[in-house]
């Protein structure tokens, strides 16, 4: 189920190419750009960016903190981009045939909604994996490790389970997280070999990107590492639409 999760997925983003690319201008301009403006904004050099982007902790280290700021504003831009992506790929997609949304548009509210249910799923999860650690620290060796691990993975899954209520969020239908939850009884490994299949890919679209940007000019490195930051921004919102047609509105998947 899985595999077929993630294959419907990608095929919805192949079968509407125009759309997605409409829908991803913003967020390919914001993410290809922003090392540009931040290097042009700082002292910083664009290599300095990109080590900022990629570690917070070594670029503080290093003195090269002078950035953060614009970077952090960046990352905004970013999360507001995104968000928009999100909202008008879902009600795209779910509302089809809808005239005032054949179009990907997005409503301010929609986004807002999306926004708050995220941040009240992150909590969740948050205080979740931290009772898993406290449980943890109190067990004998080498019961913590088994437990933090188990933890982590159920923690994966329910990210993907209760996450079926954003897309409910952007086409003003969200149920509850409650309710999402029932919606997606029975669908734990389903999830957790939806998360695999994802890492994987992940990986396997990253790396060659990464390889060339080693090799290439550090002038061109943004243009080769935005890539696989979108696709996989892409992917992800694709397989949230996907989990809803299906487990909330019973759509068959290709």
């Known amino acids: 189920m899985a595999w077929k999760i993630f294959v419907h997925a990608l095929k919805m983003l192949n079968g509407s190419r125009d759309m997605v690319l409409r829908l991803a201008i913003p967020l390919i301009i914001v993410t290809i750009a922003t090392p540009y403006v931040v290097a042009s ?12 982007q990629n570690d917070f902790n070594s670029t503080v280290r ?3 903190a002078e950035g953060l700021g614009v970077i ?8 507001i981009v995104t968000l928009w992506l999100a909202v008008a790929w879902h009600r795209y997609v779910l509302l ?13 509210g ?15 999860l948050v205080v979740f994996v ?4 406290l449980l943890a620290g109190a067990l004998p060796p080498p019961l913590p490790a088994l437990v933090v691990a188990a933890t982590v993975v159920f923690a994966i899954a329910a990210f993907y389970r209760l996450s079926v209520i954003l897309p409910a969020a952007a086409i003003g239908q969200a149920e509850g997280l409650v309710a999402t939850w029932e919606r997606t009884s029975g669908t734990t490994l389903t999830m957790i070999f939806l998360a695999a299949l994802s890492a994987i890919f992940l990986f396997v679209v990253a790396l ?3 390889f060339l940007a080693e090799l290439l000019p550090i ?3 943004p243009f080769l590492l935005a890539v696989p930051n979108i696709l996989i921004t892409l992917i992800g919102i694709s397989i949230l639409t996907t989990l809803y047609g299906h487990y909330v509105e019973g759509r068959e998947l290709a």
Do not use: D
């Open 96 to 108: 089809a045939g809808n005239s005032q949304t054949s179009e990907g548009k997005a409503p301010a």
């Open 219 to 221: 002038a061109v490195q």
């Open 62 to 64: 290093s003195g090269a």
């Open 72 to 79: 952090s504003l960046a990352g905004i831009v970013q999360l």
């Open 41 to 52: 904004a700082t002292s910083l050099s664009l290599e300095q960016v990109l080590e900022t």
């Open 208 to 210: 060659p990107f990464a």
């Open 130 to 133: 931290g009772l898993g650690v």
């Open 110 to 124: 929609r986004i807002l909604a999306y926004f708050g249910w995220s941040i009240l799923i992150g909590i969740v």
